[in-house]
T-cell receptor, first 105, second 113 residues
Framework: KNEVEQSPQNLTAQEGEFITINCSYSVGISALHWLQQHPGGGIVSLFM???GKKKHGRLIATINIQEKHSSLHITASHPRDSAVYICAATEKLVFGKGTKLTVNP | DAGVIQSPRHEVTEMGQEVTLRCKPI?????LFWYRQTMMRGLELLIY????????DSGMPEDRFSAKMPNASFSTLKIQPSEPRDSAVYFC???????????FGPGTRLTVL
């Protein structure tokens, strides 16, 4: 079993839909990262959180330390949100396999 | 700031050759990370430095891989000798400290024939 599991692996949505991507981890963490990898390959850090919730624009990340689970939500999804979303757990940086999101117009 | 700079952006080499990848972190960042990304294994941490000192190199695949950070503004990842299974995209990232937000370079796409 991987130390960081993401679901779903692939997700297709229609523009405007509310999207949730899940990340479960079995390792001890000091923080959990959410990354976005664009179709061209560039990687951007979206959030780093150790408790509670963070919001940036249409993106919301939550974490439940007791349940070892984090979610990334996208409200009013747009085709430009199409990317691979990756979660990573620290102490020792361990990455999930990523969720490929496609938002159709 | 120009962000994290990596060179070269693409490298094609033959098996057995030495390959050197370069990274310039964002000024003022104390932590630097080297990652490898393949279709099969996804993103993997190879090594990270804090204040130019290697802290965790447990992700380095084998002795053929070595990384150095001679000063706060430059790091190299060297593969000698290279093998076809080393073909991947290698990312460098930097952050203010280990648990802070990381800023990724554009990556170096390495192809070993």
């Amino acid at each position: 079993k991987n130390e960081v599991e993401q679901s779903p692996q692939n997700l297709t949505a229609q523009e405007g839909e509310f999207i949730t991507i899940n990340c479960s981890y079995s390792v001890g963490i000091s923080a959990l990262h959410w990354l976005q990898q664009h179709p061209g390959g560039g990687i951007v850090s979206l959030f780093m959180l150790s408790s509670g919730k963070k919001k940036h624009g249409r993106l919301i990340a939550t974490i439940n330390i007791q349940e070892k689970h984090s979610s990334l939500h996208i409200t009013a999804s747009h085709p430009r949100d199409s990317a691979v979303y990756i979660c990573a757990a620290t102490e020792k940086l361990v990455f999930g396999k990523g969720t490929k999101l496609t938002v159709n117009p | 700031d120009a962000g994290v700079i990596q060179s070269p952006r693409h490298e094609v080499t033959e098996m057995g050759q030495e390959v050197t990848l370069r990274c310039k972190p964002i000024s003022g960042h104390n932590s630097l990370f080297w990652y490898r990304q393949t279709m099969m294994r996804g993103l993997e941490l190879l090594i990270y430095f804090n204040n130019n000192v290697p802290i965790d190199d447990s992700g380095m695949p084998e002795d053929r891989f070595s990384a150095k950070m001679p000063n706060a503004s430059f790091s190299t990842l060297k593969i000698q000798p290279s093998e076809p299974r080393d073909s991947a995209v290698y990312f460098c990232a930097s952050s203010r400290d280990y648990t802070d937000t990381q800023y990724f370079g554009p990556g170096t796409r390495l192809t070993v024939l």
